[in-house]
């Protein structure tokens, strides 16, 4: 969706760098939310946002942090990146006043970590 | 968040009809049902949502029992390009303050000519 942008889209970096991935949004919304996804499995919720400032975990925020400074911006950082980090990185949004239709996703950054 | 559970594949032709079911026996009273579409390289896209009986829209049909132990998701006559992975989740409204998604690994649905 060209409303959610994520910067890089690709990107190789070595074992113990610190690397940000960038999000942006257009849509207005006010929830924010980081994904990974390993080869053949679903999406997996590192961290959520619902609001400039609120930060919650999701089900594997270990070796992750997170900063949402405005409303149209979701940042993820790997402190120390490891081999395992490897994966599909996805950027989404919602708005917490609409009932349907979930979340938007970015397009995906594609993080190597050798 | 409930824990569903849905095949892990299926192939079908174009111009036909794809039903995936999706079991979820714990879900709670309170939770939505919602399917998503993802293609190779891509984010998951939106496709329906409902709560109960039958949703109908541009894209699909999602059905659902009276027990809301399971689902339906139908595509109508399949194209090579609705050969995508499809996610199948329950969970509360967007608009909720404990709204979280959890994906499985989904039914790859295989379209061939």
């Known amino acids: 969706d060209a409303d959610v942008t994520q910067t890089p889209r690709n990107r190789i970096t070595k074992t113990g760098k610190r690397i940000m991935l960038e999000c942006s949004q257009t849509?207005?919304?006010?929830?924010m939310y980081w994904y990974r996804q390993d080869p053949g499995l679903g999406l997996r919720l590192i961290y959520y946002s619902f609001d400039v400032k609120d930060i919650n975990k999701g089900e594997i925020s270990d070796g992750y942090s997170v900063s949402r400074q405005a409303q149209a911006k979701f940042s993820l950082s790997l402190e120390s990146a490891i081999p395992n980090q490897t994966a599909l990185y996805f950027c989404?949004?919602?708005?917490?006043?609409?009932?349907?239709?979930?979340?938007?996703f970015g397009p995906g950054t594609r993080l190597t970590v050798l | 968040l409930a824990k569903t559970t849905q095949p892990i594949s299926m192939d079908s032709y174009e111009g036909q009809e794809v039903n995936i079911t999706c079991s979820h026996n714990?879900?709670?009273?309170?939770?939505?049902i919602t399917w998503y579409q993802q293609f190779p390289s891509q984010g998951p896209r939106f496709i329906i949502q409902g709560y109960k009986t039958k949703v109908t829209n541009e894209v699909a049909s999602l059905f659902i029992p009276a027990d809301r132990k399971s689902s339906t998701l139908s595509l109508p006559r399949v194209s090579l390009s609705d050969t995508a992975v499809y996610y199948c989740?329950?969970?509360?409204?967007?608009?909720?303050?404990?709204?979280?998604?959890?994906f499985g690994a989904g039914t790859t649905v295989t379209v061939r000519a």
């Open positions: 989740l329950v969970g509360v409204l967007p608009s909720s303050n404990d709204y979280k998604l959890s």
């Open positions: 714990n879900i709670a009273t309170n939770d939505y």
């Open positions: 989404a949004t919602s708005d917490g006043r609409a009932a349907y239709h979930g979340q938007f």
């Open positions: 849509k207005g919304h006010d929830r």
